[in-house]
């Protein structure tokens, strides 16, 4: 299937890393020197290293609390 926005968006591409020889290190710089040109601020991004899932299991079984269970008096201990 041809998608004609996709052609042109490849001949764009390809076109442009052209002009570079197909170097990616001479594209980068072209493009790291458009950003400072262009006058705007770009956020550097920092690459993360994956973190284990930190998800809590359970560890007993569920305990069903009825809606209209009376909430429990907080505060100084109760007199007898």
């Given at each position: ?11 764009v591409r ?19 020197e458009q ?28 305990v069903r ?16």
């Open positions: 299937m041809n998608d004609p926005i996709v052609d042109e968006v490849r001949r390809d076109a442009y890393a052209a002009r570079f020889n197909h170097e990616l290190d001479a594209i980068f710089a072209d493009l790291k950003e400072m040109r262009s006058g705007l601020t770009f956020v550097a991004g920092v690459a993360q290293r994956d973190r284990p899932n930190q998800l809590q299991q359970p560890t007993g079984p569920t609390v009825p809606d209209q269970a009376p909430i429990p008096q907080v505060g100084p201990a109760l007199e007898r």
